[in-house]
T-cell receptor, first 116, second 115 residues
Framework: KAGVTQTPRYLIKTRGQQVTLSCSPISGHRSVSWYQQTPGQGLQFLFEYFSETQRNKGNFPGRFSGRQFSNSRSEMNVSTLELGDSALYLC???FGYGTASTDTQYFGPGTRLTVL | KQEVTQIPAALSVPEGENLVLNCSFTDSAIYNLQWFRQDPGKGLTSLLLIQSSQREQTSGRLNASLDKSSGRSTLYIAASQPGDSATYLCAVGEWGSGNTGKLIFGQGTTLQVKP
Protein backbone atom coordinates (compact mmCIF):
# COMPACT_ATOMS: atom_id res chain seq x y z
CA LYS A 1 0.00 0.00 0.00
CA ALA A 2 1.51 3.31 -1.06
CA GLY A 3 2.16 5.84 1.68
CA VAL A 4 1.40 9.53 1.80
CA THR A 5 3.18 11.40 -0.97
CA GLN A 6 4.00 15.09 -1.09
CA THR A 7 5.23 17.18 -4.00
CA PRO A 8 7.49 18.94 -4.49
CA ARG A 9 10.00 17.79 -1.88
CA TYR A 10 12.01 21.00 -1.97
CA LEU A 11 11.05 24.50 -2.97
CA ILE A 12 12.85 27.84 -2.98
CA LYS A 13 10.83 31.03 -3.33
CA THR A 14 11.37 34.73 -2.72
CA ARG A 15 9.41 37.03 -0.44
CA GLY A 16 6.08 38.13 -1.84
CA GLN A 17 5.63 35.11 -4.10
CA GLN A 18 3.00 32.45 -3.59
CA VAL A 19 3.41 28.69 -3.43
CA THR A 20 1.21 25.60 -3.78
CA LEU A 21 2.06 22.29 -2.12
CA SER A 22 0.41 19.00 -2.92
CA CYS A 23 -0.43 15.94 -0.84
CA SER A 24 -1.80 12.57 -1.95
CA PRO A 25 -3.19 10.53 0.95
CA ILE A 26 -3.14 6.79 1.46
CA SER A 27 -5.81 5.08 -0.63
CA GLY A 28 -9.11 4.97 1.28
CA HIS A 29 -8.19 7.82 3.62
CA ARG A 30 -10.53 10.79 3.46
CA SER A 31 -8.94 13.11 6.00
CA VAL A 32 -5.87 15.18 5.20
CA SER A 33 -4.21 17.42 7.78
CA TRP A 34 -1.39 19.90 7.26
CA TYR A 35 1.31 20.84 9.76
CA GLN A 36 4.15 23.36 9.74
CA GLN A 37 7.42 22.39 11.42
CA THR A 38 10.05 24.97 12.36
CA PRO A 39 12.99 24.74 14.78
CA GLY A 40 11.53 27.45 17.00
CA GLN A 41 7.84 26.54 17.10
CA GLY A 42 8.00 22.81 16.48
CA LEU A 43 5.03 21.13 14.78
CA GLN A 44 1.94 23.28 14.49
CA PHE A 45 -1.44 22.31 13.06
CA LEU A 46 -2.55 24.29 10.02
CA PHE A 47 -5.86 22.73 8.95
CA GLU A 48 -7.71 19.49 8.32
CA TYR A 49 -9.87 18.58 5.35
CA PHE A 50 -12.42 15.80 5.19
CA SER A 51 -14.56 15.03 2.15
CA GLU A 52 -13.60 18.32 0.49
CA THR A 53 -14.58 20.40 3.54
CA GLN A 54 -12.30 22.16 5.98
CA ARG A 55 -13.13 20.56 9.30
CA ASN A 56 -10.57 22.20 11.59
CA LYS A 57 -8.28 25.18 11.36
CA GLY A 58 -5.21 26.17 13.33
CA ASN A 59 -4.09 29.62 14.35
CA PHE A 60 -2.43 30.81 11.14
CA PRO A 61 -3.06 33.97 9.07
CA GLY A 62 -5.37 33.96 6.09
CA ARG A 63 -2.38 33.79 3.74
CA PHE A 64 -2.45 30.05 4.43
CA SER A 65 -5.26 28.24 2.68
CA GLY A 66 -6.03 24.81 1.41
CA ARG A 67 -8.48 22.66 -0.42
CA GLN A 68 -9.30 19.03 -0.97
CA PHE A 69 -10.46 17.38 -4.14
CA SER A 70 -13.01 14.63 -4.64
CA ASN A 71 -10.23 12.01 -4.79
CA SER A 72 -9.03 13.21 -1.34
CA ARG A 73 -5.85 14.76 -2.71
CA SER A 74 -5.15 18.08 -1.02
CA GLU A 75 -3.28 21.25 -1.80
CA MET A 76 -2.20 24.04 0.45
CA ASN A 77 -1.37 27.53 -0.73
CA VAL A 78 0.64 30.24 0.91
CA SER A 79 0.35 33.71 -0.60
CA THR A 80 2.64 36.71 -0.13
CA LEU A 81 5.45 34.62 1.30
CA GLU A 82 7.42 35.90 4.27
CA LEU A 83 10.85 34.81 5.50
CA GLY A 84 9.19 33.24 8.54
CA ASP A 85 7.26 30.85 6.29
CA SER A 86 10.44 28.86 5.72
CA ALA A 87 9.66 25.48 7.20
CA LEU A 88 9.02 21.81 6.61
CA TYR A 89 5.37 21.37 5.65
CA LEU A 90 3.99 17.96 6.51
CA CYS A 91 0.72 16.44 5.53
CA UNK A 92 -0.92 13.51 7.25
CA UNK A 93 -3.78 11.31 6.20
CA UNK A 94 -6.21 9.15 8.13
CA PHE A 95 -9.59 7.52 7.62
CA GLY A 96 -11.22 10.50 9.32
CA TYR A 97 -14.43 8.67 10.14
CA GLY A 98 -15.50 5.92 12.48
CA THR A 99 -13.86 5.79 15.89
CA ALA A 100 -11.60 8.80 16.28
CA SER A 101 -9.59 7.27 19.08
CA THR A 102 -8.16 4.56 16.83
CA ASP A 103 -7.62 6.78 13.78
CA THR A 104 -3.85 6.82 13.31
CA GLN A 105 -2.41 9.68 11.28
CA TYR A 106 0.20 8.72 8.67
CA PHE A 107 2.63 11.40 7.64
CA GLY A 108 4.28 12.12 4.33
CA PRO A 109 7.97 13.02 3.91
CA GLY A 110 7.23 16.74 3.82
CA THR A 111 7.99 19.67 1.55
CA ARG A 112 10.94 21.80 2.57
CA LEU A 113 10.11 25.43 1.72
CA THR A 114 12.85 28.05 1.80
CA VAL A 115 11.87 31.70 1.43
CA LEU A 116 14.70 34.08 0.43
CA LYS B 1 -5.27 25.76 25.65
CA GLN B 2 -3.67 22.31 25.39
CA GLU B 3 0.08 22.27 25.96
CA VAL B 4 2.30 19.23 25.51
CA THR B 5 5.72 19.06 27.13
CA GLN B 6 8.43 16.49 26.60
CA ILE B 7 11.30 15.90 28.97
CA PRO B 8 14.21 15.60 28.47
CA ALA B 9 14.84 17.61 25.29
CA ALA B 10 17.88 15.46 24.50
CA LEU B 11 19.22 12.16 25.75
CA SER B 12 22.41 10.23 25.05
CA VAL B 13 22.74 6.64 26.21
CA PRO B 14 25.05 3.69 25.53
CA GLU B 15 23.75 0.84 23.41
CA GLY B 16 21.76 -1.77 25.32
CA GLU B 17 20.38 0.58 27.94
CA ASN B 18 16.66 0.73 28.75
CA LEU B 19 15.26 4.24 28.70
CA VAL B 20 12.11 6.25 29.36
CA LEU B 21 10.87 9.30 27.51
CA ASN B 22 8.30 11.51 29.21
CA CYS B 23 5.35 13.46 27.87
CA SER B 24 2.88 15.59 29.81
CA PHE B 25 -0.26 17.41 28.68
CA THR B 26 -2.42 19.99 30.39
CA ASP B 27 -5.96 19.09 29.27
CA SER B 28 -7.24 15.54 29.76
CA ALA B 29 -10.00 15.96 27.10
CA ILE B 30 -8.11 13.95 24.49
CA TYR B 31 -9.27 11.08 22.29
CA ASN B 32 -5.85 9.47 21.89
CA LEU B 33 -2.14 9.97 22.32
CA GLN B 34 0.38 9.01 19.67
CA TRP B 35 4.12 8.58 19.74
CA PHE B 36 6.05 9.29 16.55
CA ARG B 37 9.64 9.00 15.45
CA GLN B 38 11.31 11.51 13.15
CA ASP B 39 14.68 10.97 11.48
CA PRO B 40 16.62 14.09 10.41
CA GLY B 41 15.00 15.83 7.45
CA LYS B 42 12.29 13.20 7.19
CA GLY B 43 8.60 12.90 7.93
CA LEU B 44 7.05 11.28 10.98
CA THR B 45 6.65 7.54 11.53
CA SER B 46 3.85 6.43 13.83
CA LEU B 47 5.13 4.17 16.62
CA LEU B 48 2.24 3.65 18.99
CA LEU B 49 -1.29 4.93 19.45
CA ILE B 50 -3.01 4.76 22.82
CA GLN B 51 -6.74 5.33 22.92
CA SER B 52 -8.01 7.59 25.70
CA SER B 53 -9.65 4.57 27.36
CA GLN B 54 -6.44 2.51 27.35
CA ARG B 55 -3.55 2.44 29.79
CA GLU B 56 -0.75 1.12 27.59
CA GLN B 57 0.28 -0.23 24.21
CA THR B 58 3.25 -2.38 23.23
CA SER B 59 5.08 -2.94 19.97
CA GLY B 60 8.28 -4.93 20.00
CA ARG B 61 10.79 -3.20 22.25
CA LEU B 62 8.49 -0.21 22.71
CA ASN B 63 5.91 0.25 25.43
CA ALA B 64 3.83 3.38 25.90
CA SER B 65 1.64 4.16 28.89
CA LEU B 66 -1.07 6.74 29.40
CA ASP B 67 -2.40 8.24 32.62
CA LYS B 68 -5.08 10.69 31.55
CA SER B 69 -5.96 11.81 35.06
CA SER B 70 -2.43 13.03 35.71
CA GLY B 71 -1.83 14.15 32.12
CA ARG B 72 1.19 11.93 31.54
CA SER B 73 2.52 9.41 29.08
CA THR B 74 5.80 7.55 28.95
CA LEU B 75 7.56 5.75 26.12
CA TYR B 76 9.78 2.92 27.30
CA ILE B 77 12.45 1.64 24.93
CA ALA B 78 14.07 -1.63 25.91
CA ALA B 79 17.60 -2.66 24.96
CA SER B 80 18.29 0.48 22.93
CA GLN B 81 20.18 0.21 19.62
CA PRO B 82 22.06 2.81 17.52
CA GLY B 83 19.24 2.56 14.98
CA ASP B 84 16.88 3.98 17.62
CA SER B 85 18.67 7.34 17.35
CA ALA B 86 16.04 9.87 16.24
CA THR B 87 13.69 12.51 17.60
CA TYR B 88 10.66 11.11 19.40
CA LEU B 89 7.50 13.17 19.37
CA CYS B 90 4.44 12.84 21.53
CA ALA B 91 1.11 14.17 20.22
CA VAL B 92 -2.36 14.31 21.74
CA GLY B 93 -5.49 14.12 19.64
CA GLU B 94 -7.71 17.04 20.57
CA TRP B 95 -11.39 17.12 19.73
CA GLY B 96 -12.29 19.73 17.15
CA SER B 97 -15.53 20.63 15.48
CA GLY B 98 -15.62 17.38 13.51
CA ASN B 99 -15.31 13.72 14.41
CA THR B 100 -11.55 13.89 14.58
CA GLY B 101 -9.49 16.91 15.36
CA LYS B 102 -5.97 18.08 15.39
CA LEU B 103 -2.80 16.74 16.92
CA ILE B 104 -0.98 18.91 19.44
CA PHE B 105 2.70 18.04 19.49
CA GLY B 106 5.40 18.29 22.10
CA GLN B 107 8.78 19.68 21.13
CA GLY B 108 10.31 16.22 21.04
CA THR B 109 13.15 14.33 22.69
CA THR B 110 16.27 13.82 20.57
CA LEU B 111 17.78 10.46 21.39
CA GLN B 112 21.31 9.37 20.59
CA VAL B 113 22.29 5.76 21.21
CA LYS B 114 26.06 5.29 21.16
CA PRO B 115 27.55 1.97 19.97
Amino acid sequence: KAGVTQTPRYLIKTRGQQVTLSCSPISGHRSVSWYQQTPGQGLQFLFEYFSETQRNKGNFPGRFSGRQFSNSRSEMNVSTLELGDSALYLCASSFGYGTASTDTQYFGPGTRLTVL
Amino acid sequence: KQEVTQIPAALSVPEGENLVLNCSFTDSAIYNLQWFRQDPGKGLTSLLLIQSSQREQTSGRLNASLDKSSGRSTLYIAASQPGDSATYLCAVGEWGSGNTGKLIFGQGTTLQVKP
